[in-house]
């Protein structure tokens, strides 16, 4: 069964580093997603990417980050200047395209850890 | 910001007997909701979902309910099973776009 795979499985940065999350979506699906929980936190919405381009994102979602899909397969998270309040589960997510509203599946995250 | 809401942190249930998890929303333009399960250490797994224009959908031992007017729906889980022990989120989304908006987590633990 296809899904989505996210490396690395855990990350740990300085405060004031650059970091880079990278993720593979569904190979048929045409929408990304990131998503962050913060521990004991709920799951919270980032940004999605369709068609090349950002359609939504959140308020966490500051100039600080950026996404990307460099290639056919992967879509990347980019956090420029980590702070420490960045430290969370990083989750990407693909979906089907088309008019209707179509599932979400999730990768298995990237823990980042901001010391 | 508590549009998507599970009042119970935790539910504790007998192998064989049903699970029910409850969802509270507030946002009127909801179409569309989903759970998900999750595992310690995994991303959030796809369960089911429902459009607001149903009001019931049924996969297997899992069933959703959406009641619209009382701004509610619920997960059944019959019969429940050790492996049914995780982390369940209900989650939304409007129908302006793709967002999910998820609530806090129930955990589940299915006893033997």
């Known amino acids: 069964e296809p899904e989505v795979t996210q490396t690395p499985s855990h990350q740990v940065t300085q405060m004031g580093q650059e970091v880079i999350l990278r993720c593979v979506p569904i190979?048929?699906?045409?929408?990304f997603y990131w998503y962050r929980q913060i521990l004991g936190q709920k799951v919270e919405f980032l940004v999605s990417?369709?068609?090349?381009?950002?359609?939504?994102k959140s308020e966490i979602f500051d100039d600080q980050f950026s996404v990307e899909r460099p290639d056919g397969s992967n879509f990347t998270l980019k956090i420029r200047s980590t702070k420490l309040e960045d430290s969370a589960m990083y989750f990407c997510?693909?979906?089907?395209?088309?008019?209707?509203?179509?599932?979400?599946?999730f990768g298995p995250g990237t823990r980042l850890t901001v010391t | 910001d508590q549009q998507v809401k599970q009042n119970s942190p935790s539910l504790s249930v007998q192998e064989g007997r049903i699970s029910i998890l409850n969802c509270d929303y507030t946002?009127?333009?909801?179409?569309?909701f989903l759970w998900y399960k999750k595992y310690p250490a995994e991303g959030p797994t796809f369960l089911i979902s429902?459009?607001?224009?149903?009001d019931k959908n049924e996969d297997g031992r899992f069933t959703v309910f959406l009641n619209k007017s009382a701004k509610h729906l619920s997960l059944h889980i019959v019969p429940s099973q050790p492996g049914d022990s995780a982390v369940y989120f209900c989650?939304?989304?409007?129908?302006?776009?793709?967002?999910?908006?998820f609530g806090g987590g129930t955990r589940l633990m299915v006893k033997p």
């Open positions: 997510a693909s979906s089907e395209g088309g008019l209707e509203f179509h599932e979400q599946y």
């Open positions: 190979s048929n699906h045409l929408y």
């Open positions: 990417f369709y068609n090349n381009e950002i359609s939504e």
């Open positions: 946002n009127s333009m909801f179409d569309y």
């Open positions: 429902i459009s607001s224009i149903k």
């Open positions: 989650a939304a989304v409007n129908n302006a776009g793709n967002m999910l908006t």
